[in-house]
């Protein structure tokens, strides 16, 4: 079975963000739309899944939608801080 390629580094973050303000796909996907962008329900599916690229412009509605920096739409990315108490080596 062939393994299946990441194509986006932002799709579980969008998961998260969309479940932390209680929203389904199709209620994202209509906010998108409100912005300008001609998003569906499927289309977010896929890039929550990581199925499919996400462009920058497509970055920005999602920004704008969840009230975020670009930096936490790649939160999974971002090295996590050292705890200062931890010394090392």
């Keep these: ?39 569906t329900r499927s289309w977010l599916a896929k890039i929550e899944a990581q199925q499919v ?9 999602f920004k704008k939608i969840f009230g975020v920096d670009l930096e936490e739409l790649y939160s999974t990315l971002v090295p996590k801080k050292a705890d200062p108490r931890v010394r090392h080596g």
């Design 1 to 39: 079975m062939p393994q299946t390629k990441i194509k986006n580094a932002i799709g579980p973050t969008i998961r998260k963000l969309r479940n932390r303000n209680a929203w389904t796909q199709d209620a994202l996907a209509a906010k998108l739309q409100l912005e300008g962008w001609d998003c």
């Design 53 to 61: 690229h996400v462009k920058d412009y497509e970055l920005l509605y």
